[in-house]
Each structure stands twice: as structure tokens, then as C-alpha cells.
């Protein structure tokens, strides 16, 4: 069967948000019926996770006619390797950040019990990684930004809303204070090493899922035998129920790499707003997850619309987000007596640059720029391409409408 | 594996004759409107130099492309 690209990102893509759904589902119902305890949960789970990813990634690393599965799936892929010295500080923080936020969601998961509303939380990342932005760059955030955010927070709120029309502020709390920094914390490094190179070719992403989980798991292991010593031991225990563990991680991975896929195939920012449909594949799981536990999603109508609006903020907020922005192509000449090379390394380390080539014609360096407003581009990229030395002049062409063949 | 920046000028009034013309050709990445010194960018894709040049021949008989400025890349760097 042949299907069009643009079809297969699609297909991939709202796969991916709706195995991202099933996982939250699986999660509610173990820890409502099984393991109650977050903590126990969480070590339970990564334990099992570690194995279970493990044999993926080794099936993965089979080579059939020369290029192994993973390829096909990720073109950087090889096989699973070992880690490089460069890369252990990145693993070290990005598993901090993850294990601190995976305990919090099981945290989340067993006070509010409704998958809808624990997933519309991780959105709030937006609004942190804003915030880093602005102070990071002493960079004013555009007013898209600020609306998308707010949109978003505020959804998310509306959608923690308890069954009595209480907001639960301990629930909150973890949300704000704990569950998205450490988010933060691990993307923000996840996506170091995915921009770093090994061996001249970009790092792959399932050696660094691979990596990931294991110091997550290493980290997670500290955590919970330091903070909940008996939950540490009740972890082990509930080792016995590894069936649903495995089932979580390993669907788990298939959504990772079905998203991985999807990136690869259309833009980085439509992935993202179609990954936010997970929260409206969520809902109708949700009602049946509350057919088969004894988990209450709402007690009113009113409850329910309340829900709903938060819901719906959150994914229009997502959407809006990630839609709003503005691309250029930048044409550069270069001085003579200055390497060309030198130059392109130092306009690539320009926050908001896409691409760089070095090309032979009118001009020597072609460079495509993303940012969410032209402001923006004028004060980050404009001013920057002028302090870098050996650029002679440079054109900026604003693109009006785009069509790219994924 | 080729791949090539082609910069074009139309004649006022033909731009959207031209795009629906440009969108039916093969070996083409991506395809811009810009506002600038030219009108669009195509980023191209090709095996080898000569169709390269296969490709730069059709769109110069594309009716309403008045110019073409043709950048090859010799390294990228992308995200």
C-alpha cells in the first residue's frame, strides 16, 4: 500500500498523541487499582521500563539488508551503543529532570485520577519556557506568546477543577512547582543531545531514549529510597504486576518513536500541535476508564462543561502556539579573508536560525531563519548577524507563503 | 546527492501562473514566496549536476519567469 507523505505525517502524528493517551489511561487504572502509592509506582515502572526498552532497542539494532530497523525509523540510528563522555553531563541533568517529573506525575495521576486533566498540566510548559526565554535573553516575549500561555494555563486549571468545584492546591502546587521545571529541565537538555554530533552525524534518538531511561531510572532509585524508603521496598514488590509495566513502557516507546518519525517527516511545530490532540483522545478514554474503576471523571453537567472549556483552551492554546511564526531566507557575501566555514559555525549558534549552507554563486552563505515575529527577528538575528565578523552584506527576505514536500 | 537554491524573479502579474507551474515539477524541496529582491526561492534536490540543469531549463520555460539565480550548496547545516 502506498500512502502520500503528507498523509503518512498526518497518520503518524495523530498515532502518536493517541498511544500518548492509552499510556495515561493504562497509568490511571494501575495506579487506581493496583499500586496506590505514586512512589512505588513510579520506581515500579522504570524498573520494568529499562528491560523492557532495552529488548526494543536490541530488536531494533538487527540489521536486515544492510541497514538496521532503528534506520528506517530514525536515519541517524546505527545501532545501540555506549555512551560518549560528552554526552553524560546532558544524561546526567535530562535524567534528573525527567525521574523529578515522572514521580510527579504518578503524584498527580493518583490525587486527581482523570487522564484529561494530568495531560492538559504538562502544556503548561509553554509558559516556563517563556519565562526562561525572556529572562535568559533579556528579550521582551511577543503578545502571541503571552495570549498562548495564558490560554493555556488557565485551561489548565479549569480543567483541575474537582468534583466539588474545589480546586485541589497541593495538586496545583506539584503542577507549578515541581512537574514542569523538571520538564523544563529535561527538554531543554534532551534537545542538547539531539543537536550534538557523534562520530560526524547527528546524535540518534533512540540511543538517547535509551540513555535517558537508564539514568532516569538510576535517579528515580535514589529519589525514592532516600525520600520513601518504604516505598523503595514496596517497589519490588509490586514487581509482580511487570505484564502492566512492560505494557506501558513499551507503548510508551512505540508512541516516542512514531512521534520521532512524524518529526522527520513534516515541521517541527505542526508536530507539536498534533501531538496536543492526545488531551481530546483522552476524553472518551477517560469515560471509559470510569466505566470500568470506580474513578468519578464528573458529578454535574456543569462540572463537566467546566472540564471541557479547560480542555479546549489548553489545545487551541498549544495550536496557536505553535502556528504563530514568521520564516526568512537571509542571503549573506563574505569579506575575503575570512573562511567560510568559520562564519557558518558562528551564524548556526544564532538562536532562531534554521539552516546555513555555503553555496557557490551571487552569494556565499544562504541561512533560514524561524522566529514568531519580524520585532523579534530584528532584534535577535539582524543584530547578531552584525557583530559577526567577515560578513560584508546581507539581504533579508521575508517568506510570504511556503510549500514544502514532506 | 545535489542540492541547490534557485532564486527567481517574475514579471509583475504572473506569480501565481508560475507557482501552480513550479508546484507540478519534480526533485523540489521547498518552494517560497518572498518579499525581498526576489519573488521565490525553490530549494532543489537532484542526483547530479545535469539534472540540475534539467530542472533550471524548465522553469526558464515557465511563461512569466523573467530571471534565475542559482546557488549551488556546498555544505548545510540544519536543525
Known amino acids: 500500500m502506498r500512502i502520500r507523505k503528507k498523509y503518512l505525517f498526518y497518520v503518524l502524528g495523530i498515532l502518536s498523541s493517541a498511544i500518548g493517551a492509552i499510556v495515561t489511561i493504562i497509568d490511571t487504572y494501575i495506579s487506581v487499582i493496583y499500586v496506590k502509592d505514586p512512589w512505588a509506582l513510579c520506581l515500579a515502572i522504570f524498573l520494568a521500563g529499562i528491560i523492557i526498552t532495552f529488548i526494543l532497542c536490541l530488536i531494533l539494532s538487527i540489521p536486515i539488508k544492510g541497514k538496521s530497523i532503528g534506520a528506517r525509523i530514525d536515519p541517524s540510528f546505527r545501532k545501540l551503543r555506549l555512551l560518549r563522555k560528552k554526552e553524560l553531563k546532558y544524561h546526567l541533568a535530562a535524567g534528573i529532570g525527567n525521574a523529578t517529573a515522572t514521580i510527579a506525575y504518578f503524584m498527580i495521576i493518583s490525587l486527581y485520577k482523570d487522564p484529561s486533566a494530568v495531560l492538559s498540566f504538562f502544556q503548561i510548559v509553554i509558559l516556563y519556557l517563556l519565562l526562561i526565554e525572556s529572562i535568559?535573553?533579556?528579550?521582551?516575549?511577543?503578545?502571541?506568546?503571552?495570549?498562548?500561555s495564558i490560554v493555556v494555563t488557565f485551561g489548565a486549571i479549569?480543567?483541575?477543577?474537582?468534583?466539588?468545584g474545589e480546586i485541589n492546591f497541593f495538586g496545583l502546587l506539584v503542577v507549578f512547582l515541581i512537574l514542569n521545571p523538571s520538564w523544563v529541565v529535561f527538554s531543554i537538555y534532551q534537545r542538547k543531545l539531539k543537536i550534538m554530533k557523534i562520530d560526524s552525524c547527528y546524535n540518534d534518538s533512540i540511543n538517547i531514549r535509551f540513555w535517558n531511561l537508564f539514568f532516569t531510572t538510576i535517579f528515580t532509585t535514589i529519589f525514592v529510597y532516600f525520600i520513601?524508603?518504604?516505598?523503595?521496598?514496596?517497589?519490588?514488590?509490586?514487581?509482580?504486576?511487570?505484564?502492566?509495566?512492560?505494557?506501558?513502557?513499551?507503548?510508551?516507546?512505540?508512541?516516542?518513536?512514531?512521534?520521532?518519525?512524524?518529526?522527520?517527516?513534516?515541521?517541527?511545530?505542526?508536530?507539536?500541535?498534533?501531538?496536543?490532540?492526545?488531551?481530546?483522545?483522552?476524553i472518551p478514554l477517560t469515560f471509559i476508564l470510569a466505566k470500568i474503576t470506580p474513578v468519578i471523571v464528573f458529578e454535574s453537567i456543569t462540572h463537566a462543561i467546566i472540564k471541557m472549556i479547560?480542555?479546549?483552551?489548553?489545545?487551541?492554546?498549544?495550536?496557536?502556539?505553535?502556528?504563530?511564526?514568521?520564516?526568512?531566507?537571509?542571503?549573506?557575501?563574505?569579506k575575503t579573508g575570512y573562511a567560510a566555514s568559520q562564519i557558518i559555525d558562528k551564524i548556526w549558534k544564532i538562536k532562531g536560525i534554521t539552516s546555513v549552507a555555503a553555496v557557490a554563486g551571487r552569494y556565499d552563505i544562504i541561512a533560514k531563519a524561524r522566529i514568531r515575529t519580524l520585532g523579534k527577528g530584528y532584534e535577535r538575528i539582524i543584530r547578531a548577524l552584525e557583530k559577526v565578523k567577515g560578513i560584508e552584506s546581507f539581504e533579508w527576505q521575508s517568506i510570504l507563503k511556503e510549500w514544502e514536500e514532506i | 546527492m545535489i542540492k541547490a537554491y534557485i532564486l527567481i524573479l517574475t514579471y509583475v502579474?504572473?506569480?501565481?501562473?508560475?507557482?501552480?507551474?513550479m508546484r507540478k515539477l519534480e526533485n523540489i524541496e521547498s518552494i517560497a514566496v518572498v518579499a525581498g529582491d526576489y519573488d521565490i526561492i525553490v530549494k532543489a534536490k537532484v542526483n547530479s549536476l545535469e539534472e540540475l540543469m534539467e530542472l533550471t531549463d524548465?522553469?526558464?520555460?515557465?511563461?512569466?519567469?523573467?530571471?534565475?539565480?542559482?546557488?549551488?550548496?556546498?555544505?548545510?547545516?540544519?536543525?
Open chain 1, 136 to 148: 535568559a535573553e533579556k528579550n521582551a516575549p511577543t503578545l502571541a506568546e503571552v495570549q498562548s
Open chain 2, 58 to 79: 524548465k522553469i526558464h520555460s515557465i511563461k512569466g519567469v523573467k530571471r534565475t539565480n542559482t546557488q549551488v550548496i556546498e555544505k548545510e547545516i540544519v536543525a
Open chain 1, 228 to 282: 520513601r524508603r518504604d516505598a523503595f521496598y514496596l517497589a519490588f514488590d509490586v514487581l509482580k504486576y511487570w505484564y502492566f509495566f512492560f505494557i506501558s513502557m513499551g507503548v510508551t516507546f512505540f508512541s516516542y518513536i512514531l512521534y520521532i518519525r512524524a518529526l522527520g517527516l513534516g515541521k517541527a511545530s505542526v508536530t507539536q500541535a498534533v501531538k496536543s490532540l492526545t488531551i481530546i483522545f483522552s
Open chain 1, 310 to 334: 479547560g480542555i479546549i483552551l489548553v489545545v487551541l492554546g498549544v495550536i496557536s502556539f505553535a502556528l504563530t511564526e514568521v520564516k526568512a531566507y537571509i542571503f549573506i557575501k563574505a
Open chain 2, 13 to 21: 502579474g504572473n506569480l501565481k501562473v508560475v507557482l501552480e507551474e
Open chain 1, 158 to 164: 479549569l480543567s483541575s477543577f474537582s468534583l466539588k
